[in-house]
Antibody, heavy 114, light 108 residues
Framework: QLQLQESGPGLVKPSETLSLTCTVS??????????WGWIRQPPGKGLEWIGS???????YYNPSLKSRVTISVDTSKNQFSLKLSSVTAADTAVYYC??????WGQGTLVTVSS | EIVLTQSPATLSLSPGERATLSCRAS??????LAWYQQKPGQAPRLLIY???NRATGIPARFSGSGSGTDFTLTISSLEPEDFAVYYC??????????FGQGTRLEIK
């Protein structure tokens, strides 16, 4: 049974880079023609798509975040990753990884604070 | 950017009643609309995709309809576990997507 798990620091300082990894278990990230992605949800607010990556490595980003976002895939580790640069308090959120759109990780809270 | 507007913001109903949730798009999204359910502390769960197709394992009491700019999620007879927040999502300009702001379905 395929499962996704987010990992990374729960606290990031303003102006620094947020880095998260999504580890896929129970199946290969490159075995099927799926998109993988990152979505976030500020506390008490709605969902925001951050970006997506195809198993081949093609990436697609939310235009509002594009200048700060990098998503990459490491098929040898069965992982894909998110980097969000120059973070501010507005980037505080629960970050979810997903095999778009039917399978989601449990989410990880990242707080931006000094 | 395509904006999705959900109504009402909050819906108060009793178990056994019928729930009707609305999602309106700022421009046509064809049938590329999905619905998600989210309970506190949990990730969203896909209920409906392409406007009217139930995702795997979703009970038949959930149904979706609509096309173009106006969509509806209907829960025919509410069960206690159905009280949650519901989001619509469009992917007509895939791989870019946008979400609605959500409808909270609460117990009356």
């Amino acid at each position: 049974q395929l499962q996704l798990q987010e990992s990374g620091p729960g606290l990031v300082k303003p102006s620094e880079t947020l880095s998260l990894t999504c580890t896929v278990s129970g199946g290969s990230i490159s075995s099927s023609s799926y998109y993988w992605g990152w979505i976030r949800q500020p506390p008490g607010k709605g969902l925001e798509w951050i970006g997506s990556i195809y198993y081949s490595g093609s990436t697609y980003y939310n235009p509002s975040l594009k200048s700060r976002v990098t998503i990459s895939v490491d098929t040898s580790k069965n992982q894909f990753s998110l980097k969000l640069s120059s973070v501010t308090a507005a980037d505080t959120a629960v970050y979810y990884c997903a095999r778009l759109w039917s399978l989601w990780g449990q989410g990880t809270l990242v707080t931006v604070s000094s | 950017e395509i904006v999705l507007t959900q109504s009402p913001a909050t819906l108060s109903l009793s178990p056994g009643e019928r729930a009707t949730l609305s999602c309106r798009a700022s421009q046509s999204v064809s049938s590329y609309l999905a619905w998600y359910q989210q309970k506190p502390g949990q990730a969203p769960r896909l209920l409906i995709y392409d406007a009217s197709n139930r995702a795997t394992g979703i009970p038949a009491r959930f149904s979706g309809s609509g096309s173009g700019t106006d969509f509806t999620l209907t829960i025919s007879s509410l069960e206690p576990e159905d009280f949650a927040v519901y989001y619509c999502q469009q992917r007509s300009n895939w791989p870019g997507v946008t979400f609605g702001q959500g409808t909270r379905l609460e117990i009356k």
